[in-house]
């Protein structure tokens, strides 16, 4: 018999310096795939605040805002004021004994730390450190700092999305921070790669910014050819129509609705009855014809979707192969399949479940999902663990006075 | 690096792009009539037909092109072949080829598999997105520039890099499911969090959404600035010298956040008026000296050209063959990484090299292309 089989980062150490969404985000990701992750912080430091609408409802058990305690799920926690000479030692010993750093400070500050790049690949060559500055650490915008929402504005996103003539629209929610920790990530686990075969680690200089530029790859290649910013083409689609979100009865209620096919459009047309008797004809059966039609075949569905609810919609639609899906807000996404294959109960908590990874490795049992620790709950164990130190000289350091 | 196939719809086609930027091998295996990443919108006239959408030359980039029909025998034959000499292959689902064929094949293959979901916007409906995307009194909206399905492709090369991470260290191959739908679904964490905590529901929030008491996209005389102002009372201070508005400066309580949250619209309208007059690129520059963090809003034309794009290697001046002088993306990876970055590839253009390199002959690739097996 083959050893039970693991998930790819097993074995792989990785201190997260990261604060608020993206740094600690991207760290997570890697904890779900297996890696040993502790996250070095201290309680007079921003890991713990920011990144929450209004006051907390419910704080949680770590001391963290509940989104807070989400990202920073699955990683121990040591206290240490990397300001202090005692702080920066212990932390410059942790990353020795690292595969992974990961941080998200402004511009400079690791290195006035002594935490920099330069410093620890003198003692340890086969680090691979990831900075995920908000536009990277070189160019002119390196010191430069970002929100997400300055990100969306910045990357084309907010101008990319809604119809002509409307303002910036965003996403109410960190895409961004996501986003950047998403790229980080993959870029992490392709630095192992190569670690793999040249025996070193390497300096990523990850640039939140660029990551949110190319998922608009393709408008950017294509106003870089017309000289003509992308048309805003809202909810409708070049291949299928109509496509579009569609109000429903009752308070901002709506459907999205995609006809992919002919066929589809034929169903259609067949469920919406005498309403669509003007659509029949041959001037709406290709895609091309009900684009040009797109407003007032718009009309006739609306009257229809008008008296029912979203999903009754969604439903009447799939019964006959029209793609179409309700707008899940709150408290329906818990009823949509797809939110229960992804929600993972957490380890000896109260029944609360959170978000794990959208992905399966076959016949390997996926982690455990943690509570985040409170700041500094797993100091002595990390020290044990990653430092082989005995019993005596852990409380010496623990014990320790900031210098 | 590892030699990857690559047989995802446009919804994976960015997590391969993603893999070539690591620098591995990656080979789009696409039907003799082209795959649907070259018919997205919009088509760019100066390039043959198949050649010129926008999004195969941007996802496209760093591929090679095999045109197989795989429901031919012999295309069926000609991509087992191939397989054999792969590390990995990701493929949206259906699969082309029954699966324990595949792993019959090449028992050590990385196998991702991409369960695409419904059409993008039904996708983002029902996994929570589109209830917070758009203005709160108009339409939700889908995010643009096919930025969902983006979204699923870093996912999915997370997956398959990590698999072949995997693969380097035990020499076995492994399955991995990725889901769309999943994927969204957890972007749109916050929506659950804040029903879990509250029982309430996140709503859209337009231009003026954002962490902090004030935040949101102005006006200004050439198009739109967006600024977030930070919470502490220092951060208010800095504001306020951008921003000397008498309304603000000789109100103590605004220097509260709890304040300026309650008064959200109103101040942010009074800043608004404020910079209507002024060039975005000249606040923003303000801003940033005093550390507020802002930012001009841009569509991608304005990206094209973009200093710090450049600066980066992001963007790389190019003479292209199809579109002449032009700054190249080159992608979020590969300007860190430095790795070359082919431009996309024609349709078929890799075929008779690869064919070759497995053994087929000078005469059997021509009866293949005969037959319209491969193109």
């Not at chain 1, 309700?326 to 978000?355: C, F, N, Y």
């Not at chain 1, 509570?371 to 409380?395: C, F, H, K, S």
Request: hydrophobic letters at 40%; glycine letters at 10%; one cysteine or more.
């Amino acid at each position: 018999m083959a050893a039970p089989r693991q998930l790819p980062l097993s074995g792989i150490r990785i201190i997260d310096f990261g604060h608020i969404v993206a740094g600690p985000f991207c760290v997570r990701l890697l904890a779900d795939l297996g890696a040993d992750v502790i996250k070095v912080e201290t309680n007079t430091r921003l890991g713990r605040t920011g990144a929450r609408r209004g006051p907390p409802k419910r704080s949680g058990s770590s001391g963290r805002t509940p989104h807070l305690s989400q990202i920073n799920r699955n990683r121990r926690s040591i206290d240490l004021n990397l300001k202090t000479e005692r702080g920066a030692r212990i932390a410059r010993q942790l990353a020795d004994a690292a595969d992974v750093v990961v941080e998200n400070f402004s511009n400079g500050v690791m290195d006035r730390l002594g935490l920099g790049y330069a410093d620890l690949v003198k003692t340890n060559p086969r680090i691979v450190y990831a900075s995920m500055a908000s536009f990277g650490h070189t160019g002119p915008r390196a010191g430069w700092i970002g929100m997400n929402v300055n990100l969306q504005a910045a990357s084309g996103l907010m101008l990319a999305t809604g119809e002509e003539g409307d303002p910036p629209i965003g996403i109410s929610n960190s895409w961004n921070d996501y986003i950047g920790g998403l790229h980080a990530a993959v870029a992490i686990v392709g630095a192992l790669s190569k670690r793999n075969k040249s025996g070193v680690g390497t300096y990523l200089d990850v640039s939140q910014f660029e990551g949110s530029v190319a998922m608009l790859g393709g408008l950017l290649f294509a106003s870089g050819v017309t000289g003509k910013p992308p048309a805003r083409t809202g909810n409708r689609s070049g291949l299928a129509a109509p496509q579009g979100t569609y109000r429903c009865a009752g308070n901002d209620q709506w459907c999205a609705i995609s006809v992919q096919t002919d066929a589809q459009w034929q169903a259609l047309v067949a469920l919406l009855g005498e309403r669509a008797a003007h659509l029949r004809g041959a001037a709406c059966a290709t895609v091309a014809g009900r684009h040009a039609q797109h407003d007032a075949i718009d009309e006739v569905i609306e009257a229809w979707t008008g008296a029912l609810t979203p999903v009754e919609v969604e439903q009447s639609l799939k019964s006959v192969g029209v793609p179409a899906a309700a707008m899940r807000r709150g408290h329906d996404l818990a009823e949509v399949d797809t939110w229960q294959q992804v929600l993972k109960p957490i380890a000896g908590d109260s029944g609360i479940k959170v978000l794990g990874l959208p992905f399966d490795f076959q016949g390997v049992a996926p982690v455990a999902v943690t509570d985040a620790p409170r700041v500094g709950a797993n100091g002595r164990e990390v020290l044990r663990d990653w430092l082989n130190l005995d019993d005596a000289t852990i409380e010496d350091l623990m014990h320790e006075e900031p210098a | 690096m590892a030699r990857i196939l690559d047989l995802t719809s446009d919804v994976g086609a960015y997590g391969t792009r993603l893999l070539a930027e690591l620098g591995h091998d990656v080979i789009r295996v696409e039907p003799p009539s082209g795959d649907t990443v070259r018919r997205l919108e919009p088509h760019l006239d100066a390039a043959p037909a198949l050649e010129g959408s926008a999004f195969h030359q941007f996802l496209n980039t760093g591929k090679r092109s095999v045109a197989v029909d795989l429901a031919n025998t012999e295309g069926r034959k000609l991509l087992l072949a191939l397989v054999k000499t792969a590390d990995a292959m990701v493929a949206s689902l259906p699969l082309p080829i029954e699966q324990n064929e595949i792993l019959a094949a090449n028992p050590d293959l990385v196998l991702v598999r991409l369960d695409d979901g419904e059409p993008e916007l039904c996708n983002v409906a029902s996994t929570g997105l589109l209830a917070i995307t758009g203005e709160p009194d108009g339409q939700p909206t889908l995010l643009g520039g096919h930025v969902p399905s983006s979204a699923v492709g870093v996912y999915l090369a997370m997956a398959a890099a990590a698999a072949i991470f995997g693969k380097e260290l035990t020499g076995t191959g492994s399955v991995v499911d990725v889901s769309a739908a999943q994927c969204l679904a957890t972007l749109a964490e916050q929506v659950w969090v804040e029903y879990s905590v509250s029982g309430e529901a996140l709503e859209r929030m337009g231009s003026r959404g954002g962490i902090t008491a004030l935040a949101g996209a102005l006006p200004c005389a050439d198009g739109h600035w967006m600024v977030s102002v930070p919470p502490d009372p220092r951060g208010w201070t800095n504001f306020v010298q951008l921003v000397p508005d008498p309304a603000f400066k000789d109100d103590s309580s605004m220097a509260d956040e709890a304040f300026r949250r309650d008064r959200k619209d109103e101040i942010l309208d009074l800043v608004g008026v404020w910079s209507s007059s002024r060039n975005k690129h000249q606040i923003v520059q303000q801003a940033q000296d005093l550390h507020i963090p802002a930012t001009p809003v841009l569509n991608p034309l304005e990206l094209v050209d973009d200093p710090q794009l450049l600066a980066r290697g992001f963007l790389r001046p190019v003479d292209h063959p199809d579109f002449g002088k032009m700054n190249f993306p080159v992608g979020a990876l590969a300007s860190m990484t430095g790795q070359a970055m082919s431009f996309a590839p024609r349709l078929g253009q890799d075929t008779a090299a690869i064919l070759t390199e497995l053994g087929y002959s000078t005469g059997d690739i021509d009866r293949l292309k005969g037959q319209g097996i491969v193109a």
